[in-house]
């Protein structure tokens, strides 16, 4: 491997924290509060499904994503 180069590797609950950190950059609270899926295949249709928000609302926690995944269509930033 090149020296020159960082190399990374993350598993799926190390994607989701990363993901959720950056969406939340957007919120404007102290706490944060998020739940995040991902659903379908790599190089077909994978995708991520997030709901981030104050991280004393307790109900957040209890959002079914994929259902919010079947009445939503894609709006990221990218």
């Known amino acids: 491997m090149d020296s020159k180069r960082k190399y990374f590797k993350y598993n799926e609950e190390d994607i989701l924290e990363i993901l959720s950190e950056y969406l939340y950059a957007d919120c404007n609270s102290e706490t ?29 926690y209890e959002t079914d994503l994929e259902e919010v995944d079947q009445k939503i269509d894609f709006n990221g930033s990218h």
């Open 32 to 60: 944060i509060g998020s739940k995040a899926i991902l659903l379908g295949e790599p190089g077909k249709d994978l995708r991520l499904v997030a709901v981030v928000g104050d991280g004393e609302d307790e109900k957040l």
